[in-house]
């Protein structure tokens, strides 16, 4: 697959039908996310796009930012995390319902991806009952996962 030019749509990929267990908001979630992948993804540069809705029903999305330096590399989840939290007033604590991640996968599709270790960890720092979905291993199937339950045994940061 090439890269999309800027400000033209990545073509020809194979969207993600929501499974019959994703409510009506958390679909509009993994299409929003779905859409600004194929607006603005690039080989190497922009390869996952996240919506997060928070508790107000509010909804922020980001992408993912590749770095010359891997360490310089941002997460879409982190992304739209922090886009939700500026949106908040400082004295409300950010709360996160729901996250859909997507990334293009060399086969020319989409697909619904759990969020890396660090951004599992982000999450369940801010949102620790955020409903996260992921694409099981063993069926394939796109399920959501409670944020806590990514980390088993995860230790509490106390703010």
């Known amino acids: 697959m090439s890269a999309a030019l800027p400000g033209t749509a990545c073509t020809g990929v194979a969207r993600v039908t929501a499974p019959a267990s994703m409510n009506e908001a958390d679909a509009e979630l993994l299409t929003l996310a779905q859409e600004l992948l194929a607006r603005v993804w690039r080989d190497g540069r922009h390869e996952v796009a996240s919506a997060v809705r928070t508790a107000d029903g509010a909804v922020h999305t980001g992408v993912h930012l590749e770095g010359s330096c891997r360490r310089s590399s941002i997460c879409a989840e982190g992304v739209a995390l922090g886009a939700a939290r500026g949106a908040y007033p400082g004295e409300r604590p950010l709360e996160v319902t729901s996250v859909v991640s997507v990334q293009i996968k060399p086969a020319g599709r989409f697909r619904v991806i759990a969020p890396c270790g660090v951004c599992r960890e ?28 990514l980390l088993p045994d995860k230790s509490r940061r106390a703010w």
């Open 122 to 149: 982000l999450i369940s720092d801010y949102s620790p009952d955020a409903m996260v979905w992921i694409t099981t291993v063993e069926e394939n199937e796109v399920v959501p996962v409670r944020a806590l339950d």
